[in-house]
């Protein structure tokens, strides 16, 4: 079965860091660009940061430039997003997408195809 599967979501206070992970079962994360999205309460869903197959290409969400980090372990087929200084405004759930392209180079935030169930992070003192 092909899926993906976030975890590390958690409450953590203003200021705090937590790391998501999400693992890939039953196909090969390193092929694919993947994405982090992430949906607030009442909003529509956003995308946060993509890293490109080859692993040289990111691109991040203006909230939250500077303060979260995309990687990728193809060894253990696991993409993280590693995420520092957190804001209660990021409160959200965080889900993870796969998209196979045609340039190793690229990635983005549309027409993914896989997606995570995703995970729960809220940021409150």
């Known amino acids: 079965q092909l899926q993906l599967v976030e975890s590390g979501g958690g409450l953590v206070q203003p200021g705090g860091s937590l790391r998501l992970s999400c693992a890939a079962s039953?196909?090969?994360?390193?092929?694919?660009?993947i994405a982090w999205f992430r949906q607030a309460p009442g909003k529509e869903r956003e995308g946060v940061s993509c890293?490109?197959?080859?692993?040289?290409?990111?691109n991040y969400a203006d909230p939250v430039k500077g303060r979260f980090t995309v990687s990728r372990d193809n060894a253990k087929n696991t993409v993280y997003l590693q995420m520092n200084s957190l804001k209660p405004e990021d409160t959200a759930v965080y889900y993870c997408?796969?998209?196979?392209?045609?340039?190793?180079?690229?990635?983005?935030?549309?027409?993914?195809?896989?997606w995570g169930k995703g995970t729960l992070v809220t940021v409150s003192s």
């Open positions: 997408a796969a998209e196979r392209l045609s340039s190793w180079y690229q990635c983005r935030f549309d027409d993914m195809d896989y």
């Open positions: 890293l490109s197959a080859s692993g040289t290409t990111t």
């Open positions: 039953g196909f090969t994360l390193h092929y694919y660009a």
